[in-house]
């Protein structure tokens, strides 16, 4: 190991040679004494050194002066006591810094490894070893400390707090310099605040009773948890701080009884078996420990700035967000689940169930607490419908009965939200923009739905009655019955949405029976046509008990052309069929000559004068279509027919 010289004689004058004149008397003692005598010597000289180093003036000049000239006293003295051992065969500076850290005497420790440090040569490298060894000591001492008694534990933290204020103020000094010098960030003191803290972090989280929640967790082991932290483990935080305040180590206790509680709490709100019960527990826990008006674990906080209270709201904090992110996440599934494609859809008050419960949980803890409940709540019902209009774009699809019965359920689901929001509004304190959002979206969605129902229902009414009346079974009736028990699994028949969605359906089923019969008519030979009156006796039975049965009472206000057109053809003479004429021309303004053309060309021995007398009553009754009227033929096309005087098919 090198050793450091220094010209202690040119520095010392005349007290050189009477230190040397004694140096040659000692030479006649023991050993031991002559050693005993020299360090006793120079550790008083040292002591006055170290005195004027730590001095500080206001003046800022002056300061820096002192401080160079006390860098290159203590260099000096360094020096020469180094110099000195040589001479006498005594151990060199680092062997003494070692002895130091081994006995505990950081302080101390700490200005001998400073001093090595500014002596130039290889003491640099030689101090970063040393700083080293000095923080792994100081924080074995506290672990150890940690565990043993009060006393041991206020020697030990004094110990260990010493070196952490010399660090400190040897930061000060270089930031004060007239240089403005930064210490390097590779300066191992620099580390030894955040070493401690994390040693005892380390500590007391270890310390924290073991709970970790899983599935099968219920509220009451929590809340036997959140007990035993206030009765066991935060009075050993609070008797404990009394030792760190005197230590001056207070803020970093502090941090660390902050990060461990954290660590703790957010471990028992981000579990994914946490439920909002239960994070509403650990929120309410250490809301009730803020307003107690106690720092918890540092004893009662002198105001809203002790480093306590601010940990404290910080969890509080952190503890609310998880909180309404649990809050978020199961309204969210459960909204999902409720509208699943292959569930029944549930009932409004289930749903205002699932969107309101938590805000009522939260308002007996905070009124603030109930509004941002609230709140997510309702964000998390609009994220919902913004996701289910994507999904309704997939049923789209979808055509058949199976487009069928996947749009009259989705359609009832929007029936559904619809009335929830309704409600919703005058229970929880929806923003103007919220309303008109959720709103848009029922509308525009439940629009395009629909839509696509009727087209879908066109579709398969059309394609089934092309050849109805030349079939024995074209499968009309299996789309009524299907129709039918759709329908009438539909919950919410009272609503006007329920009520316009059947009359639509047997408009449309009507106009395209029509469509039908009035395309076969006119090619049918006279025994067909009789086979086409007796179809048509038995459709309309049909359609009456369909309709009906969706529909109740209110069934019998539907316009009902088959009806209509079967008495003009069943009617027995003619003065009977000019009377039947008058209700289709009243019911249905719209109605063209070749539609009452093909009608009558169904109806049997009709004489040719009839069928103009016929016609001309129908020139002289019709009138122009209003625009609120039932316009069921106007978009009717019949193609050319039997000729009334050729009795030729002509177009």
């Known amino acids: 190991m090198k050793k450091i010289k220094c010209p202690y004689g040119a520095s010392m004058g005349r007290g050189h040679k009477r230190e040397k004149g004694a140096g040659e008397n000692a030479k006649m003692l023991p050993k031991a004494k002559e050693r005993e005598k020299q360090e006793t010597k120079w550790v008083d000289k040292l002591k006055c050194s170290v005195s004027n180093l730590v001095e500080t003036v206001s003046d800022r000049k002056k300061a820096a002066v002192k401080k160079d000239k006390s860098k290159n006293e203590a260099g000096n003295l360094l020096e020469m006591e180094t110099n000195m051992k040589e001479e006498e065969g005594e151990m060199p500076a680092e062997e003494i810094i070692r002895g130091l850290i081994e006995q505990g005497k950081f302080s101390q420790a700490?200005?001998?490894?400073?001093?090595?440090?500014?002596?130039?040569?290889?003491?640099?490298?030689?101090?970063?070893?040393?700083?080293?060894?000095?923080?792994?000591?100081?924080?074995?001492?506290?672990?150890?400390?940690?565990?043993?008694?009060?006393?041991?534990?206020?020697?030990?933290?004094?110990?260990?707090?010493?070196?952490?204020?010399?660090?400190?103020?040897?930061?000060?000094?270089?930031?004060?310099?007239?240089?403005?010098?930064?210490?390097?960030?590779?300066?191992?003191?620099?580390?030894?605040g955040k070493d401690l803290e994390k040693e005892l972090t380390q500590y007391w989280t270890a310390q924290i009773p073991h709970f970790i929640p899983t599935g099968d967790t219920d509220e009451t082991a929590l809340k036997q948890h959140l007990s035993q932290l206030e009765t066991t483990f935060l009075p050993k935080l609070e008797h404990r701080s009394g030792f760190f305040k005197e230590a001056g180590l207070l803020i970093p206790y502090a941090r660390c009884c902050h990060a461990s509680l954290s660590s703790h709490f957010s471990a028992l709100t981000d579990?994914?078996?946490?439920?909002?019960?239960?994070?509403?527990?650990?929120?309410?826990?250490?809301?009730?420990?803020?307003?107690?008006?106690?720092?918890?674990?540092?004893?009662?906080?002198?105001?809203?700035?002790?480093?306590?209270v601010q940990s404290l709201m910080w969890i509080i904090l952190k503890t609310e967000e998880k909180l309404l992110a649990v809050a978020r996440k199961e309204v969210g599934k459960a909204l999902?689940?409720?509208?699943?494609?292959?569930?029944?859809?549930?009932?409004?008050?289930?749903?205002?169930?699932?969107?309101?419960?938590?805000?009522?949980?939260?308002?007996?803890?905070?009124?603030?607490?109930?509004?941002?409940?609230?709140?997510?709540?309702?964000?998390?019902?609009?994220?919902f419908l913004d996701s289910y209009e994507n999904k309704v774009k997939s049923l789209l699809q979808h055509d058949g009965f199976h487009g069928i019965s996947s749009s009259l359920r989705t359609i009832e689901n929007f029936c559904i939200l619809r009335n929830v929001w309704y409600n919703l509004t005058y229970l929880c304190s929806a923003s103007t923009d919220q309303d008109v959002k959720i709103k848009g979206i029922i509308d525009r969605t439940e629009d395009k739905i629909t839509e696509h129902l009727l087209q879908t229902v066109t579709a398969e009414v059309k394609g089934t009655l092309k050849d109805h009346?030349?079939?024995?079974?074209?499968?009309?009736?299996?789309?009524?019955?299907?129709?039918?028990?759709?329908?009438?699994?539909?919950?919410?028949?009272?609503?006007?949405?329920?009520q316009g969605l059947v009359k639509s359906v047997n408009n449309i089923i009507t106009e395209e029976y029509v469509q039908a019969l009035l395309a076969t008519s006119r090619k049918s030979s006279v025994r067909r046509r009789r086979q086409i009156v007796s179809k048509m006796e038995e459709d309309h039975r049909m359609l009456q008990t369909t309709f009906k049965e969706c529909l109740g009472p209110t069934a019998d206000a539907l316009k009902d052309p088959i009806k209509i057109i079967l008495g003009l053809i069943q009617a027995p003479d003619a003065e009977g069929t000019k009377i039947a004429l008058l209700p289709m021309l009243s019911q249905f303004p719209d109605l063209r000559e070749e539609h009452l053309s093909a009608v009558l060309d169904i109806k049997e021995s009709l004489r040719q004068e009839d069928r103009i007398a016929l016609l001309k009553i129908f020139h002289d009754n019709c009138r122009k279509p209003d625009i609120e009227s039932n316009l069921l033929f106007e978009d009717i096309e019949v193609e050319g027919g039997m000729c009334a005087r050729c009795c030729c098919f002509c177009s």
Request: glycine share 8%; proline share 2%.
């Open 110 to 192: 700490c200005l001998y490894i400073s001093r090595l440090e500014q002596s130039g040569n290889d003491g640099v490298g030689k101090s970063e070893s040393l700083y080293t060894l000095l923080a792994e000591r100081m924080l074995s001492a506290v672990s150890k400390a940690l565990g043993g008694s009060d006393e041991m534990l206020l020697q030990t933290l004094q110990s260990v707090g010493e070196p952490l204020k010399w660090q400190k103020q040897k930061k000060e000094e270089w930031l004060s310099s007239e240089q403005g010098m930064e210490p390097s960030s590779t300066w191992r003191p620099n580390f030894w």
């Open 271 to 308: 579990s994914e078996h946490c439920t909002f019960s239960q994070g509403l527990l650990v929120y309410e826990w250490c809301l009730k420990a803020y307003r107690r008006g106690s720092g918890m674990w540092l004893g009662h906080r002198q105001s809203s700035e002790h480093i306590d």
């Open 336 to 383: 999902n689940e409720a509208f699943d494609a292959g569930k029944t859809p549930c009932t409004d008050a289930a749903i205002i169930q699932i969107l309101t419960e938590k805000t009522k949980a939260a308002h007996h803890i905070s009124e603030s607490l109930r509004e941002k409940v609230e709140a997510v709540c309702l964000e998390e019902y609009l994220s």
């Open 469 to 498: 009346f030349r079939k024995s079974d074209s499968g009309f009736g299996r789309i009524l019955e299907f129709l039918q028990q759709s329908f009438l699994v539909f919950k919410k028949k009272k609503t006007e949405k329920y």
